[in-house]
T-cell receptor, first 113, second 112 residues
Framework: DQQVKQNSPSLSVQEGRISILNCDYT??????FLWYKKYPAEGPTFLIS?????DKNEDGRFTVFLNKSAKHLSLHIVPSQPGDSAVYFC????????????FGTGTRLQVTL | KAGVTQTPRYLIKTRGQQVTLSCSPI?????VSWYQQTPGQGLQFLFE???????NKGNFPGRFSGRQFSNSRSEMNVSTLELGDSALYLC???????????FGPGTRLTVL
């Protein structure tokens, strides 16, 4: 049972444009969400997180939006840069057990020149 | 501040053998979690240790075990290796078990 889903395995975006990566979850107990970026042969790198008490969180070029009623979150990268090309994982957890993350299957982002 | 380190980075074993992987968390971090990444199953939670105690465990067979030492370093052990255990094993540390986790580079285990 996939509790966190990233339905787009890949996404290609031109440099300078907006990248939007989507994530859906089914477990209503999840109340803390994170995005990680992963390059081949490296561990995931933490990007940004959001608590369920918020619907938006920004950090530089990265913004995460949370729609609790739809159980949907998205990561916006503006503007996209070639160095952003990587696999992006959405992860979810419950407050108090933040060390047990449930990950989505990942979306491979390719930023082209 | 140094990041999470994992040793070894690469390992080749044969079926039936056992293996021990090591993880050194970021200084000051007391929680260590382990994950398995495979092409078919993605990133899956194995277990988490905090102050030398296992707090959470994922849905893996008993062949997978771990421990944490008083300096927060952690080891995971897989006994009686199977071909399906071939994976990237990732360790993540956090200050406490409610804090953001930071991952190490992983150990790539190949079982022949």
């Amino acid at each position: 049972d996939q509790q966190v889903k990233q339905n787009s395995p890949s996404l290609s975006v031109q440099e300078g444009r907006i990248s939007i990566l989507n994530c859906d979850y089914t477990n209503s107990m999840f109340d803390y969400f994170l995005w990680y970026k992963k390059y081949p042969a490296e561990g995931p790198t933490f990007l940004i997180s959001i608590s369920s008490i918020k619907d938006k969180n920004e950090d530089g070029r990265f913004t995460v939006f949370l729609n609790k009623s739809a159980k949907h979150l998205s990561l916006h990268i503006v503007p996209s840069q070639p160095g952003d090309s990587a696999v992006y994982f959405c992860a979810a957890t419950t407050t108090g057990t933040a060390s047990k993350l449930t990950f989505g299957t990942g979306t491979r982002l390719q930023v082209t020149l | 501040k140094a990041g999470v380190t994992q040793t070894p980075r690469y390992l080749i074993k044969t079926r039936g053998q056992q293996v021990t992987l090591s993880c050194s968390p970021i200084s000051g971090h007391r929680s260590v979690s382990w994950y398995q990444q495979t092409p078919g199953q993605g990133l899956q939670f194995l277990f988490e240790y905090f102050s030398e105690t296992q707090r959470n465990k994922g849905n893996f067979p008993g062949r997978f075990s771990g421990r944490q030492f008083s300096n927060s370093r952690s080891e995971m052990n897989v006994s009686t290796l199977e071909l399906g255990d071939s994976a990237l094993y990732l360790c993540a540390s956090s200050r406490g078990y409610t804090d953001t986790q930071y991952f190490g580079p992983g150990t790539r285990l190949t079982v022949l």
